[in-house]
């Protein structure tokens, strides 16, 4: 079990465009683990590997934390196959973005191919929160975070609070 530091905007490496994982071996195995680890260290419900500095297209989530159980479930290589037209509006924050959290606007449903920690390909439709985290992890791997999805003014806003704040860090 390894906690890794998470990278905290604005950072150029968090704009960097992940790429794919060609084979899911052990060292795949043991980056999910590792990116498992520092989101429930950070008490996060989802990460993709580029907040730790990692390029590689491999996302992990747990939505249901409830009662302590960890329940994660590894993404590689997702890919959106479909997004319906009608759209729906969740407060989305980020380990990477802290003390921002705002409504982002995204397609209500998608269908979203991956493969899992066997390397064996997944198909799966979702809606609700999932759909959402989906989406924001994915955009991660494009080097795109949700408040990109904020208007300009509010956006700019934004990134003066975490360039301050970043700043104040040291
Ligand atoms: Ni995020």
């Not at 465009?17 to 996060?44: C, F, H, N, Q």
Request: hydrophobic content about 45%; aromatic content about 6%; glycine content about 6%.
């Amino acid at each position: 079990m390894t906690v890794r530091p998470i990278l905290i905007a604005p950072d150029p490496r968090l704009k960097a465009v992940s790429e794919p994982v060609e084979t899911v071996d052990a060292e795949i195995r043991k980056l999910a683990e590792d990116m498992a680890d520092s989101m429930y260290a950070a008490e996060g419900i989802g990460l993709a590997a580029i907040q730790i500095g990692v390029p590689k297209r491999v996302i992990v989530m747990d939505l249901d934390q409830k009662d302590g159980k960890k329940n994660w479930r590894a993404f590689i290589n997702p890919k959106i196959t479909w997004a319906s037209e009608d759209v729906a509006t969740f407060e989305e924050g980020c380990l990477s973005v802290p003390d921002i959290w705002d409504d982002v606007e995204r397609p209500a449903r998608i269908r979203c191919e991956y493969l899992d920690l066997d390397g064996k390909t997944i198909q799966i439709e979702a809606d609700g929160m999932l759909a959402t985290c989906l989406q924001h992890e994915m955009d991660h791997l494009q080097g795109v975070l949700f408040i990109d999805h904020f208007s300009r003014l509010k956006r700019s806003m934004a990134l003066k609070k975490l360039e301050k704040a970043k700043k104040l860090a040291g």
